[in-house]
């Protein structure tokens, strides 16, 4: 059964619950988080608390689909794109975005 865009939204929400669940591994994402200066709490609050903005997104490299979730945290406007492998917990966080 493949979730809704509303099922993943509280299934990231959820999962984000618990930091270990957030994975942070490629270069290519701490190098966006320190160029734009998105601290880890930001990244933490946009997942649980913020909202799917776009459509989830099928990705021929990862069995699940790419999410990308949007929350006004701190005076900035953020974005951050997660792979998501339903009904898994793990969060693979991909990009983050300061959308403004």
């Known amino acids: 059964m493949t979730p809704s865009q509303r099922q993943l939204e509280r299934h990231i929400r959820a999962a984000a619950q618990d930091t270990a669940n957030v994975h942070v591994k490629r270069k290519h994402t701490v190098a966006r988080i320190n160029e734009r200066g998105i601290t880890r709490a930001m990244i933490y609050e946009a997942l649980r608390l913020g909202v ?44 983050v975005i300061d959308i403004d």
């Open 52 to 95: 799917m903005d776009r459509s989830p997104e099928p990705d021929p490299k990862f069995p699940g689909v790419r999410c990308r979730m949007r929350r006004y945290v701190s005076g900035v406007d953020v974005g951050v794109v997660v792979y998501v492998d339903y009904p898994g917990p793990d969060l693979i966080v991909i990009t």
